[in-house]
């Protein structure tokens, strides 16, 4: 099918390549003319992992396409809206990218169009883009309109793509039915091979979960609002452990293995951060005021995000009273790892509070210092942990990159002035960074005393014996899904 992509970030870019390698003829347009002219370059404008391949491969067969959103418009049959909602002021989504499009739509196509709204938007939004439609609709256009909310994670998104839990269609017409079922058809059937994997591993066929507009819209904000409040509530049980000289890996772990709960999204940590978590939960809370419904659960969830960062401050004061004058090492800077994506990152509001008391910070990420640079032009970035760890009073750990996890305790302890870890992620053993000399402080974790190199307790012994212990665990992730 002939489709056309509107807003080449994160979700457009990465919705347009995969389309395109399931056999879809894509345009894949952006109103920012640098973007798109890096993107006819060869150079994608940001990093997602597989996705680089993909672009290339399907512009080179000729399947995908960069242009101007108005040229997309005139030959795609399916037009996917993947512009960006920001937040405005007062929380609620900025729908004035929609409305825009909208307009170029009712400009631009001739002919029968299906409009496909894949941004995050209120419930809603679908009739009020319909009703624009007809209102300005002077070219004869037919159309249908639906919503097809988008869950794909950042640092795992084309996986997603391929192996999605669900597919989400809000449709009101057979015609539009048809056609979505058409182009989603590839993704549908269990699939043994996809540019993610060599070899898929053997998973479930997705669901395909059909259903009117309105509910459509009200899937993505309540599936974003429930995996905040998961991670909220692991905080404030992470708050409760460190008062009470409980272990929350421990705690987690028992939570989380009722299968009416689950283990995902129960680490503790700086809070959520990231395009989705922190202004699809606002926007829900204004959503829930003028539906009249009481969504103050969720204003509480907010708050407790909120209070993580100043927290995760008053942790690190505690280790080094005054912060004037000392030099900190951050190991992390993207809202999670396997994106260079810094909107709303809990470590850049962290750097700016350290800095605000007078603290030197040197940074490092493996992807996200260029981002990062735009908005802190004050920190130091270095070329890798080693070297942000140099002379430094303490390492804070704020996003939990796997190569961190590798890191070599004796060189680190060669370089740092002051052998101290203030993990804000739980990536690091506790016990490891203990023998190895340094202080170790983490979230939720009881306090690690000092142990001389090599010397491993009676509790050590007991976790080495469980075959997958805390520590070993894969590398946590507070929003590693949706968003
Ligand atoms: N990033 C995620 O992980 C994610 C996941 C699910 C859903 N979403 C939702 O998808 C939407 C897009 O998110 P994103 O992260 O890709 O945003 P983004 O900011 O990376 O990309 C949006 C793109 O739209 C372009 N744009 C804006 N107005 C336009 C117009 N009138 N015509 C053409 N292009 C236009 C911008 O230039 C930008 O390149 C948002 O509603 C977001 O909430 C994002």
Redesign the pocket.
């Known amino acids: 099918m002939e489709i056309s992509v509107?807003?080449?970030?994160?979700?457009?870019l990465t919705t347009a390549a995969c389309l395109a390698e399931i056999g879809h003829q894509v345009l894949c347009?952006?109103?920012?003319l640098e973007?798109l002219s890096s993107l006819k370059a060869g150079r994608l404008p940001?990093y997602e992992p597989h996705l680089d391949d993909l672009v290339k491969r399907n512009v080179a067969s000729g399947r995908l396409e960069f242009t101007l959103?108005s040229a997309a418009i005139e030959k795609g049959k399916a037009i996917f809206i993947?512009?960006?909602?920001p937040p405005l002021e007062n929380g609620e989504a900025d729908l004035s990218?929609i409305e825009?499009?909208a307009r170029?739509i009712v400009n631009s196509a001739h002919g029968y169009r299906i409009v496909i709204e894949?941004?995050?938007?209120p419930v809603q939004t679908a009739k009020r883009l319909w009703r624009h439609l007809s209102i300005y609709n002077t070219n004869g256009l037919e159309f249908d309109v639906v919503s097809n909310p988008?869950?794909?994670?950042?640092g795992s998104?084309v996986e997603d793509f391929f192996h999605p839990d669900r597919v989400v269609v809000g449709a009101e017409s057979p015609r539009a039915i048809a056609l979505m079922k058409e182009i989603y058809a590839p993704v549908l059937r269990t699939r043994s091979s996809c540019p993610a994997h060599p070899q898929c591993p053997s998973m479930p066929e997705p669901k395909f979960i059909l259903t009117d507009t309105n509910s459509a819209e009200l899937v993505k904000h309540a599936s974003n609002s429930f995996l905040a409040m998961k991670i909220s509530f692991i905080n404030l049980i992470a708050d409760a452990c460190e008062a009470a000289g409980a272990d929350i890996e421990k705690v987690a772990e028992g939570i989380g293995s009722d299968k009416r709960i689950g283990q995902a999204f129960l680490n503790p940590g700086i809070g959520f951060g990231?395009?989705?978590f922190p202004?699809?939960l606002q926007a829900f809370v204004r959503i829930g005021e003028k539906l009249g419904c009481d969504f103050s659960l969720l204003r509480e969830v907010e708050k407790i995000n909120v209070r993580r960062t100043e927290q995760f401050v008053v942790k690190i004061k505690k280790e080094l009273w005054v912060l004037r004058g000392k030099t900190l090492a951050v190991w992390g800077l993207a809202f999670k790892p396997n994106t260079d994506?810094v909107r709303f990152a809990p470590a850049l509001g962290i750097i700016r509070r350290l800095m605000a008391e007078g603290a030197k910070i040197r940074a490092y990420d493996p992807e996200a210092m260029e981002k990062a640079k735009l908005d802190l032009p004050e920190v130091t970035y270095c070329e890798s942990a080693y070297q942000a760890a140099e002379g430094t009073d303490a390492v804070l750990v704020l996003t939990e990159w796997s190569e961190f996890r590798e890191i070599s305790w004796k060189r680190l302890g060669e370089l740092v002035a002051h052998r101290l870890i203030i993990d804000g992620r739980n990536l690091l053993s506790a016990a490891e960074a203990s023998s190895n000399g340094f202080q170790y402080v983490g979230v939720g974790r009881a306090a690690q005393p000092l142990r001389p190199a090599g010397e491993l307790e009676w509790a050590d012994a007991i976790t080495a014996e469980v075959p997958v212990a805390s520590h070993q665990r894969p590398a946590p992730t507070q929003d590693a899904s949706?968003?």
Do not use: N, Q, W
Request: glycine share 12%.
């Open positions: 509107l807003g080449a970030g994160y979700v457009g347009a952006d109103c920012d973007k940001f959103p993947c512009v960006g909602t990218s825009s499009v170029l894949k941004s995050t938007v988008e869950f794909l994670r950042e998104a990231g395009f989705c202004k699809d994506d949706i968003a």
